[in-house]
Structures are given as C-alpha cells and as structure tokens.
C-alpha cells in the first residue's frame, strides 16, 4: 500500500471553536484504492476533519494536497470538481422534495429527475439499497434517508468516497454487499474514507486506520493487525466496559399491544397489521427490522404521536391508545425517538431548558413556574453521569456531537425513573464507548425493574442488551424468542422478508 501514490494528503490541520479545539495539528494520508479509516470517539475530531475534506468547513491552520498539488476548497461544489464524494451521518437532504429532487438538485448539473430516477433504480437495486425516487423525503425514516445519501455519493462516481458511518441502517446481507462493492471500486482506484464505530467493519474491510483522540492523532495502524479490543483501547485510551444482562424473571406487565392496526399517514409509508406484543417489568424486548417496514408508525402509535383504539395499547394495566404523549408519560412512559435533533431535543435551547421538556413532572415546573435552578442541576447530573462531553447545563444540544447529544437524551429520560421506556435507535452514529455506557444504563434500567422496548436496526446492539427479539418487515411483528434461542443470521433473513424465526421451546411462551 505504502507504494501507491498519495491521492490526498492532510498537513497539520487546526480547527478551533470557542469551547473546544476539534483538530489539533492533524495528518492524514489516503493513498489511490486504500481503504482508510478513521476512528475515535464522538467529538474527537472524525466529523469535522471530513468537512475539512469535503470543504464544508474551512481550517484555522494547516493545508491540503490532492493527487501531489496544493488545492484549497471553499465548498462541497469544489470537492466534487476534484473528485471527491460524501455521504453525511447527519442528513442535507431538502424534505419537501423527491429522491430524484434531491439528488438531480445535489449533483449540480442540468439532468433532470426524471432522467436520474432510472439511474437510481438501477444503482438502488446493484447495492442493495431499496429506495422509491418517486418518494418525498419528509415521509423517511433515518435510515432510510441515509440510503439516499449513499446512492447519491454513489451516482456521482467519485475517486475519493467519504462515508461516515454507512451501514448503520444496512442488514448483514446488505452490508456484506456493500463492502463488496468497496472492495471493487478500491481494485479500481478509488480512494475510500470510512468512518464507523463498528470495528468488526474496520478490521474485515480497512487497510489502514488512522485513531482520533480529544483532536489529535494518536496512532495510525493495519487493523487487520489490531484486534477489536486494542482498537477500542486506543480509541477510548483505557479499557473498554462490558455490559452484563444477567437472566432474570420478569414481572407484571407493563407495556401490551393488542391486534393494533393502524394505516400510513403517509402515502409512502407501512401499514401496521394485527401487531400484539407485551413487555414485562424488569425485561427488554428488542424490535429487529430495516427502515420503512413500519417502525415509525408503531413509534408514533406507542408514544402518542398517532391516537389509535384504547384498548390497543396499555400502559402498566391502563388503557392508553386515546391518550396525548403527555398524558402517556403521566403513566410512567419516557421515550428517546430515532431523530434526536428536533425531535429528541430543540436546537436551539440549552441542555437545561431541554431536560424542562420532558421533565416538567420531576419538579423543574411548579405551579405553572419554571424552576430553572432544579432543570440546572438536573442538566449537570446528567452530563456527569453519562459522561456528555463539549459543554455544561447551558451548552445548546445543536453545540454538541451526535453522540453526546443522544448519550444527554438517553440520560435524561432514564433519569426520569420511568415504569416503561421506548427507545429507537440507541446508539446509531455512537462510538463504542459510549454505546456500551447506553446499553447498561438500559441494562441498570431494566433491572431496578422498568420495562424496555428498544427497536432497532443494529443486530450485536439488540442481542447485547435484549431479553428476547421480534422482527418487524412490511408492517407485519413476528412472535418474539429468548435472545440466546436465536442467531443474528436467522434475525437478519427475516429482516430481509425471508425465513422465520425458530419454533418456541417447551414451556409457556412470553406474550
């Protein structure tokens, strides 16, 4: 590898912003067909130094050199002359317009969407990657909106690919097609910047990979070399904490979900057919399935979002279906949804006034008046115990990584001592430190005796902390197994709309 030239070279790169340095005199170095990672935790620096690549963002202090010549961009529009693609962790995608919009809107030229929509049906169908043009984008789930995002860097045929975290919404049989697909495109020249916090990818896919930590480069190494735990070690500088779900016998139920059937809002959605499920106290029931399959409209349908017939869903023996998510979380229901900027939290306010939203019952409001010191000292707590990184109680959510903002989320409504806690997508775009750290908290939480439904996409995630897994495809739940009784293969076929999960034992089986 080191005998190839040198496509792009990084040379001391300075990024400040007025609470934190997140690149302090970084070099990096992408040879041509090299699959390169970079990896480190969230807000070491992985994120904004990518920008620096795609000319998102413009660097205090050092240069860039592409394919031996000094070159300096001032927008994406200069990268892409270069050669250079992206596909974002956090969306820029316009929600009012088609796939086909987007990506004829994205790609800068003048072909039309109806000239690209066979092109991405095509591309969509080579990678695996289901995708309607035709679909407007403020009807997606995250992960389908990251489908796009990889088409579109795709159809712009780079010979620099940056792609951060890529396969966080992909099955195992799609991500084994997509690295296939790395494979080939790096045989033949292309150069590929992989960021993820999944190191089993980087050791199978990498030939090198250069480590981040607190802005500065701290190793650069052949993770085929490396095994999954020195990795984390140098990504997290010390020993990395294990998660221990002990077996234990749930209680009664808390959460039950009786024949709901519920038709899509939205004309691109998944209609909800006969669902039944319950989860017990001191249980976590994880919900398998890819993006679109129905996992937004059961989240609206649990949470409150959408009303549907009373009797269809019970939270801790009282009927619930009619009720607001206000009315919900009186019951003892906390939830963390999927979008965790606008939807988890608002942008512009502080982690303080971001705890009163959720939190008003736990004495940040009484008698109609905020209590701003109780939301202060709650906000602290919570960064202190879950180790939010990049600010205090009056840091704005949007000043925050992806990862310490989801971590504050988490945090928060585990804080709130809830009897039910549905979470979508934990630890999506999470390192692994901080992964494990939410997975035992909903471990910790599951075993003071709440009940837990966490749904999704991420397999090793659902069979870490579940008791027991069911598989949601085409708005259709499966009977739910014991974790240890299955396999993330048989899992993942039936993600995929094929196969089914084993048979139950012996014994009466949990509803």
Known sequence: MSGRKVRLALRG?????????????????????????????????????????????????????????KVSLASPADARQLGIGMVFQHFSLFETLTVSENIALASGHDTSPATLTPRIIEV??????????????????????????????????????????????????????????????????VSILYISHKLDEIRALCDTATVLRSGKVVA??????????????????????????????????????????????????????GISFGVRAGEILGVAGISGNGQAELLAALSGETRVANSAVRICGQPAGELDPGERRSLGLTYVPE??????????????????????????????????????????ETITQFQVKGGDEHTTASSLSGGNLQKFIVG????????????????????IGAAQLIRQALIDL????????????????????????????????????????????????????????????????HV
């Open 124 to 189: 969509a169908r080579q990678y695996g990657l289901p995708v309607d043009p035709n679909r407007l984008v403020h009807g997606m789930s995250v992960g389908e909106r990251q489908r796009v995002e990889i088409i579109l860097c795709l159809l712009q045929a780079p010979r620099l690919l940056i792609m951060d975290e890529p396969t966080s919404v992909l099955t195992p049989s799609a991500v084994l097609k997509l690295f296939e697909t790395l494979r080939r495109l790096a045989r033949e020249g």
């Open 339 to 380: 979008e965790r900027m606008g939807r988890g939290s608002v942008p512009e306010l502080t982690l303080a006034w971001n705890s009163i939203l959720t939190g008003a019952s736990s004495g940040m409001v009484r008698h109609g008046f905020l209590q701003k010191s109780v939301a202060n000292a709650f906000a602290r």
């Open 13 to 69: 790169i300075v990024k400040r912003y007025p609470t934190i340095v997140a690149n302090d005199g970084v070099d990096l170095t992408v040879r041509v067909g090299e699959i390169h990672a970079v990896l480190g935790e969230n807000g070491a620096g992985k994120s904004t130094l990518m920008k620096i690549a795609y000319g998102v963002t413009r660097p205090d202090e050092g240069s860039m050199e592409w394919e031996g010549r």
């Open 446 to 509: 599951r075993d003071r005796g709440a009940a837990v439904l966490v749904v999704s996409e991420e397999l090793d995630e659902l069979f870490t902390v579940c008791d027991r897994i069911a598989v949601l495809s085409g708005g259709r739940l499966s009977d739910s197994r014991p974790t240890h009784e299955l396999t993330s293969e048989a899992v993942g076929l039936l993600m995929g709309g094929q196969g089914e999960l084993p048979a139950a034992v012996a014994g009466p089986p």
């Open 220 to 273: 650069t190494v052949e993770p085929r070399s490396e095994s999954h735990d020195s990795l984390a070690r140098l990504m997290v500088g010390g020993e990395l904490r294990q998660c221990r779900l002990v077996p234990r016998e749930p209680g009664q139920m808390r959460l039950e979900v009786t024949n709901l059937s519920l038709g899509a809002a939205d004309p691109f959605g998944t209609s909800l057919q």
């Open 412 to 431: 928060r409504e585990v804080r709130l001592a809830p009897q039910v806690m549905i979470v979508a997508q934990p630890t999506w775009g999470v390192d």
